[in-house]
């Protein structure tokens, strides 16, 4: 079993900065890759980026490459989500996922088992 904690939402202009962090307790991050997501009002849950555990490799969205950068500590069972540039259409709950085994994509929620309760992150005008 993996607890997972968000933390670092908040209220931000558009262009602005904010890093979301993810702590686990229970079983250790190591082995598990871990990703993020987020969920607009009335949105699916839709997948933003992902770090491997084997080799560190990461994947990202098509709209948030160059703005977001996904890396884990995992000495000290933490993922982050560096958000810069951020625009309004950011603006969501954003959770951290760690799934078990690494098949598929891992672009999919359904390929995660445990999640986070979420941080809200808006991105004002």
């Known amino acids: 079993q993996v607890l997972l904690v968000e933390s670092g939402g908040g209220l931000v202009q558009a262009g602005g900065s904010l890093r979301l962090s993810c702590a686990g307790s229970?079983?250790?991050?190591?082995?598990?890759?871990m990703g993020w997501f987020r969920q607009a009002p009335g949105k699916e849950r839709e997948f933003i980026a992902a770090?491997?555990?084997?080799?560190?490799?990461?994947m990202y969205k098509d709209g948030v490459k160059g703005r977001f950068t996904i890396s884990r500590d995992n000495a000290k069972n933490t993922l982050y989500l560096q958000m810069s540039s951020l625009k309004p259409e950011d603006t969501a709950v954003y959770y951290c996922?760690?799934?078990?085994?690494?098949?598929?994509?891992?672009?999919?929620?359904?390929?995660?088992?445990?999640w986070g309760q979420g941080t809200q992150v808006t991105v004002s005008s």
């Open positions: 996922a760690a799934r078990t085994f690494a098949t598929g994509t891992g672009r999919s929620r359904y390929e995660y088992d445990y």
């Open positions: 229970g079983r250790t991050f190591s082995g598990y890759d």
């Open positions: 770090i491997r555990w084997s080799d560190g490799s990461t």
